[in-house]
Structures are given as structure tokens and as C-alpha cells.
């Protein structure tokens, strides 16, 4: 059975949104790993937690830094 979409809007309370965060968070380092390593291709994800905390990956044992200046030398043609 289909759970089909849900309404997709900001939870209210704060701990609430910590907690949702925080699972959503590491799923999406799980596949941007995924992708890697399927894919041999360079990922670099950064976000902040609600209460502005930083996590980040980097793909290929690659430095962060290094991704985003590939990211940041490119024309603005291609960023989009």
C-alpha cells in the first residue's frame, strides 16, 4: 500500500525538528556514500542542524575544501 505524499511543512516544535533532523540526516549521508561509491563520482554535503550544529561528508577520501573549489571554479552557466 501506497503512503502516497504527505503535506510537507515546518514542525513547530523544536526537539521535534532536532529529532526529524537528525534521522533524515543520516540517511542522506548514507546515499550520498551510495552514489559514491556506485556512481565513482565526487559528493561534498553540508548542513547545519536546527540548532546550528555542522555536519558534513566528502566523498573518495577527497578534502571538502578541495570539492568546493572545483565547485567554486566553475563558469555560473554550469552551477545551476
Do not use: W
Request: aromatic share 8%; proline share 2%; charged share 30%.
Amino acid at each position: 500500500m501506497n503512503r502516497g505524499k504527505g503535506k510537507l511543512e515546518k514542525i513547530e516544535k523544536l526537539f521535534g525538528r532536532q529529532v526529524t533532523y537528525s534521522k533524515r540526516k543520516n540517511g542522506l549521508m548514507k546515499k550520498a556514500y551510495q552514489l559514491s561509491v556506485l556512481c565513482d563520482v565526487q559528493i561534498a554535503v553540508v548542513s547545519f542542524s536546527p540548532s546550528g550544529r555542522l555536519s558534513r561528508f566528502s566523498s573518495h577520501n577527497k578534502r571538502m575544501e578541495e570539492i568546493l573549489e572545483r565547485y567554486a571554479n566553475l563558469p555560473d552557466y554550469l552551477r545551476d
